[in-house]
């Protein structure tokens, strides 16, 4: 297993009631430098533009210093420039300027190397019934994908899809509706970032959905956390629904995935280092735990479609033999 | 507007609780006068097999008499013998057995004269976490519709998606993983049935998955209904989400959909016959409702995707002018 | 630990769609005996009326037989006659019905030894909005319940709550509204079937419910299972929701509970012998891994209320320690 | 009718996204004279401590150049300092400083005239399983209330209740959870803040819940706006849920609510002023509905639960009369 994050999970986080902040500012470096702290960490997804004042030098040589390679850069398409929707904003000049923004951080990804340029379009979308004409939001949505995707023939487009947040219903929502999506753009190099707690609150299968995903060729990267499954509550992994995170990571071996998975998580109330590393932690036992599955037992299971076997599988992988009665 | 109904809405309901049932047990013959007495069904969806003894003869006739068509024969693949699964049953003997239903539906639907074979594989799918491999299950799920869709020429097929319920994740579960589906199968003849209660259920802006499923050549048949959103509850045609279904009936016009709407209803405690005549009145009502519509200032506010302007449109529409201050 | 099952784990399963049920009829005693060959069932909760033809003697009688007690008798208020409603029916008649209906059962509580009637008045409430005076239907399901409670001295009620389903709206809805209406009724013989099921469906935190309940004295029965959360899907305990469950049977141990713990499981698909035994090895597990809990260790993490320590006991408990890194 | 707000309607959105805010600062005063704008707004909710620098006085004198009265005071107690929780804090100090903070409000609403302190206490509960007693948190959560009403006899307390958000599970989370505690407190001035969109997020009938606060003498306040029942989307009133909505303002019409309806709305991509408005209208042309209701006829189908007739007098209302077949 080899782990990365989202470099959000070191910032600074504010909501819409804890408006002074749930901490002090946090620069892009010395997010960096957290993430260094956590041991384990190998690639950053980093946000663009970076906080402010800082280069591009600075975030090369901090990421050096730890050892961390850039894996994704995310342009910022969700801030307030963008609160009426990035690719799908009605005025034509926000969605130039949205993809001003998707050009430079291209460039940002070729600059430090890395292979990625994650799209979340988290304005993008709706709010209320009969504000849209659903096929032109469906259109621009295309649009504004196809045209990063198009920038540069290095650097690769990663969709990240969420049901809802900050939109209230967001155009890239599902696995499915992502795949219908980059079938209608015809590109190859549009991909998907599976992440797990996105998937759980789509009401998704994740395994399910991450199979889909990369037997259609477009599993580009993965993100993980847990959440009650209403919200994107981005909490460690595997600390609300553990079965199906085992099931997820159960998945990734089976379709040999050998590539950084990335934590999603906003630690508001928690030092963040220590959030990576409980979520790390948690992983490498689930990893354990796979070892320890009987791989012709599972696959026995699966030919029968045994709900009761599974059922028992799982409870003597996580809670050992009940003593006898 | 036309309309139509799914023969169910008059038969006998049944429930886990209510295993007496709701009401005494209603013949194919007898729900098929129950549907002639509403007087504006034109169409039905007739379940296959029909009730015990009833001949496809009797059928023909009783559909004459009350001067309705054969829409779509919907084959039980839901019942007892399927309850592990139709086309994703782990027993092949299952799994043949469906196929020779469906086969028997389609022949009903050549006598009959029905264009459609519609399938709604409900016990396909999984209930627990670990207990399938879900390529193995999508893959059946699309082996066996495609299957029906070759066994003639002149019967197309359309799948009816559902998120859940009686199994308790469905593998055709919205309309965007049916979509993808049907891409994977790669026939001309598979279509989609848009039920506006199952959009509902899956949290999908209906009128955004009916604009989609239309765009991609897909839209086979329509169904109406209202639910609360979290089950598929099959109440009469806007009784709790009056905008929303106000919305999709829009879209109906929009793409010029000009043939019949059907009833997808379970009017447990009530008289079918009113339940239909109240959804029927409703959709009426809708239909002059969207006549007052002044499509200019519609197109204006989707230009500009203002959602106060369709707050205020959506008022006036439907609670007058507000008295002046 | 001490086991108990509603009866209807081992009947005949039917919904709206597999209406030729899910395998064959079974009768009361035929229950009793499947119950009695699961190896660990102390007490059944027992619908009444039983299956057609069986006497209170034989059920008396099969139950010694398998060395099995009544701990509840629960009146069938949901059938046919009840589909409007049993306490809340509008027709006064069919109210006189109901609780004549739970005369009966008192008065088989009493000769089968049962210290409890349950009350699951699944019908009562409402579908739509409009549909109901909620005053008044509020004021019939506690009078409902006030008259039930004041049949016998020697007969406790236990009214089960549920959020819905099959009414779509059911008036006992979450522990704190069920403790509401008790409080209003100022009754002591009135109290509550704490379903953990039905707790997770709520959306509550069933070990806080748990505390609640039994805070206010009103902790009666306990019945457990597990589910999607969005519907009462009774499957295994521990299937889905595992962390949760284990903290439930945790709050269990917490407040001495010495009763017995009932299955709540519809095992649509499954053997339910071999789904009830799946269950209570399952909880068997649960409870050697709470012998495994610090509680000191416990008690220091609730002192600091420490979401991340809590995440890493959950962890070692279910999945050992993770390698060194 | 009469119309009121929350202040923060008028003020500055910031989500964990749009880190640098959906809109400039708006300082207390400046939210006043917005609020001013409206034109029929008699009352604010007013949060305290005010923006930087704004002193009671002129608060008092912004509100009077306004012609507008203080109607709660809220205190922020789900910031910074409180993340972790205000009541139900771990650390006793902090504790303290939440109640200190009330106390501030309380002397300011007697400076102002609000009869009312306002709890929102939106960081008290808890996020993951095993975290917390929850004996404990809810103990704390009764202490921190009943000592805020404790403070002065003349200003009472208000709690509004919602399920979650910021913190994950929130200790008031629904009405009848709120109702067990102010009976556990047992103090009369201590009552509720009947929130539709809440309530609407918390799957309750909120016409049934508003009765059942009224009937138990704890309606204080009312606040409205709509949402997708899934989060606390604050949107205009009636825009997604306007049966409900409309079967909410019946109820307040049959208890006879004379007091202002405050808007809780967040118009975080429209002008609030505008925002306002719409709701106000929609509110208005409500009121204008519910006189059209036949209270004969509605008095019938409550007599009788009739769900159709419901539905029909729910689309002759909204829709009109369909035209004749």
Known sequence: MRFGAGIWLFGQFVDRYATDAYGPPVST????????????????????????GVTVDEVRDALAANGISAWCITPHIYTRDFQAGAFTNPDPRVRAQALALCEEAVQVAKQLGAPTVKLWPGQDGFDLPMQVDYREVWRLALEGVSTVAAMDDDVRVAIEYKTKEPRMHMSWSTAARTLVGITQMGREDIGIVMDLGHSL???????????????????????????WREWDDDQPVGSIHLIETLEFFLA??????????????????????????????????????????????????????????????????????????
Request: proline share 6%.
């Open 201 to 227: 609150f789509a009401k998704e299968a994740p395994a399910d959905a991450l199979h889909l995903v990369n037997d259609h060729g477009r599993l580009f990267t993965v993100e993980v956390n847990d959440n």
């Open 29 to 52: 470096v010395e997010a960096i430098e957290a993430a260094g702290r956590v041991g384990d960490v190998e690639v950053l997804d980093i946000n663009y533009p970076f906080t402010e």
């Open 252 to 325: 990734l071996r089976q379709i040999e995935w050998d590539q950084p998975i990335l934590l999603d998580q906003f630690p508001f109330r928690e030092d963040p280092v220590e959030a990576a590393r409980s979520s790390i932690n948690t992983m490498k036992a689930i990893d354990a735990a796979i070892d320890r599955i009987d791989m012709a037992q599972l696959a026995d299971i699966h030919e029968r479609q045994d709900p009761l076997a599974a059922h028992r599988l799982v409870t003597e992988l996580l809670l050992g033999q009940a003593p006898v009665a």
